[in-house]
């Protein structure tokens, strides 16, 4: 990034007090790092990045494009950054001290800190950073921080610290007079055997719990979906402006009881945990996971519940960004990291919104629902059924009366109280909104019975005033198919989109030529407007989170925030 586009973010910075003392690292910083690397490591183990206190995530990008990884991640408060940050880069935490650090497993961990706090900052990193290797940039003064001798002496898998080089920032984008070092600590995680794990030895420090007397455990923990589906059922009561606080608060009860529970494992007899053949090493697998888990469900709550993310990706595309940012980046859920989460998703959305579109109209596509291009004639059954994949590249559309077979539930009147576990409505809503056709609320409510038939109805705004029209009707039968007689407009604005996406229709004259009784409102949905997210819908998504992002200087810090002095 150039001189200029520094001074731009620094004056916004400034001018949204954000100024957290960013000193953005130069090019020239980084090589002696690359050439160690480009040296020693040439087996290319460095596959994940973590930036703390990330800045613009330049740095981050440089870092990865250099050491080959594809996952990278940063640590980053200032929200003119955040935003400036590429869409390769999940920003997982906001505050760094309000961010755990232990079970975020990295390759590679790099940070340049605001100097007035480095030596807080990489005596904590130090002691809980989860990492092969750990890069800082900090002043020279570091060698004589008693602090970091003492995170350093208690870090039992230290491999080996070099101090790479010494420069100071007179040439750098934002000039200083700081004297500093570019220091790289390894540990043994690339090793087959190591004398004691990070995560263990944190448990152990934290809760003074020592593992080394358990033995195998035979079952592991089994995961908890009537938790998952209760959240979820909870979550639909809850209304749209307390969903946030809702799911903070109920996290961060169970994290305190999951906390507590963690810290009561030192009051159990050895000879109780030997009786129950636990073993040590799954015993701290399994915390680690529940603690990534519990994150997890979370995420994938409020990804499925939030209406900025909700309305605009069907379903499975929504839990692939939650999985991303739980499983993968294992945020901490926080009300900021919400608010920096969604400017991520913002930022990665369109390709998510497309596949939505051309998901929802494969499900579909079968071949008594589709019919050729300009022939207009409906496939071969016995071909489509063994080339479906092949007719994907076919140029092809949907009728308005669509056969459904097992993608909803169709209950018979012996079972009246089920509900409909089918993800189908959930991504008929998405697609209808996103294309123009407003869905009543009652959409998802919908419960097939066979033998039965019913609507479903839309909001129309005609001359101001707001009425509701059918969308489609449907039929259930036993034999579990539903048909469906779609909009003829939804329908065939729906075909214009697929079609453009793919590369089918490659112009509106073309487009006429082959929709000719399609009208003009499908054309403006379907094929006219962007398919994708416009300036004017982010700020629309942001409002969703910016209102509940409160200071939380007051708020205690967690168990796993901060580790206990040990002389």
């Known amino acids: ?129 989860n990492f092969g290797y750990f890069a800082f940039i900090v002043p020279h003064r570091w060698r004589k921080s008693l602090a970091i001798k003492r995170a350093l002496r208690q870090r039992v898998d230290l491999k080996s610290l070099k101090i790479l080089a010494s420069f100071d920032f007179l040439a750098a984008d934002r000039m200083a007079r700081a004297k500093v070092d570019l220091v790289l600590l390894q540990t043994t995680k690339y090793e087959r055997k190591q004398e004691k794990d990070i995560f263990s030895d944190f448990l152990e420090k934290q809760f003074g719990f020592n593992f080394e007397h358990i033995k195998e455990e035979k079952n592991a923990y089994a995961k908890e979906r009537e938790r998952i589906e209760e959240l979820e059922d909870q979550t639909r009561e809850i209304a749209k402006a307390d969903l946030i606080d809702f799911l903070v608060s109920k996290y961060e009860k169970e994290l305190r009881e999951f906390q507590q529970a963690v810290a009561s494992l030192k009051n159990i007899h050895p000879q109780i945990l030997n009786s129950l053949n636990i073993d040590k090493e799954k015993l701290i697998n399994s915390i680690k996971e529940q603690l990534i888990q519990l994150k997890a469900v979370y995420w994938n709550a409020l990804f499925n519940e939030l209406e900025s993310i909700k309305r605009r990706m069907i379903k499975k595309y929504r839990n692939v960004l939650s999985s991303r940012v739980a499983s993968g980046a294992n945020i901490d859920f926080t009300k900021e990291n919400i608010h920096s989460v969604v400017i991520w998703v913002i930022k990665n959305a369109d390709k998510y919104i497309e596949q939505s579109y051309l998901d929802f109209f494969d499900r579909m596509a079968r071949e008594d629902n589709a019919k050729h291009y300009k022939s207009n004639e409906r496939f071969e059954t016995d071909k489509w059924r063994y080339n479906r994949e092949d007719y994907k590249h076919i140029p092809h559309k949907l009728d308005y009366r669509i056969v459904l077979q097992d993608e909803v539930q169709i209950d018979t009147l012996y079972r009246l109280h089920q509900t409909n576990k089918s993800d189908f409505l959930d991504d008929m809503c998405v697609i209808a909104h996103n294309l123009g056709f407003t869905p009543h609320s009652t959409w998802e409510k919908v419960v097939f019975l066979a033998g039965t038939q019913g609507e479903f109805e839309r909001f129309v705004n005609e001359n101001g005033t707001i009425c509701k029209k059918v969308f489609a009707e449907y039929k259930a039968y036993k034999n579990h198919n539903l048909h469906i007689k779609f909009d003829k407009d939804f329908m065939a604005a729906l075909n214009l989109a697929v079609g453009r996406l793919r590369g089918w229709l490659r112009n509106e004259a073309q487009a006429r030529e082959e929709f000719k009784e399609a009208s003009n409102l499908a054309f403006d949905s379907g094929f006219k407007k962007s398919l994708t997210l416009c300036k004017k819908d982010m700020p629309l998504m942001l409002a969703n989170t910016q209102d509940y992002i409160q200071t939380e200087q007051n708020k205690e810090p967690s168990l796993f925030d901060n580790l206990d002095e040990v002389s």
Do not use: H
């Open 1 to 129: 990034m150039s001189k200029a586009t520094t001074n731009a973010l620094l004056k916004e910075l400034k001018e949204n007090n954000q100024d957290f003392e960013w000193y953005p690292t130069s090019k020239e910083m980084l090589e002696p790092l690359f050439k160690y690397f480009e040296k020693e490591d040439r087996e290319r183990r460095i596959k994940s990045i973590l930036d703390i206190g990330a800045g613009d995530g330049r740095t981050l990008l440089a870092l990865s494009s250099e050491l080959g990884a594809n996952r990278i991640y940063a640590i980053e408060k200032a929200t003119s950054l955040i935003q400036a940050m590429s869409r390769e880069i999940l920003n997982v935490g906001v505050d760094f001290w309000q961010t755990s650090l232990i079970e975020k497993e990295q390759d590679f961990i790099f940070c340049n800190p605001p100097y007035s706090e480095f030596e807080a900052w990489i005596e904590r990193i130090i002691k809980e950073g």
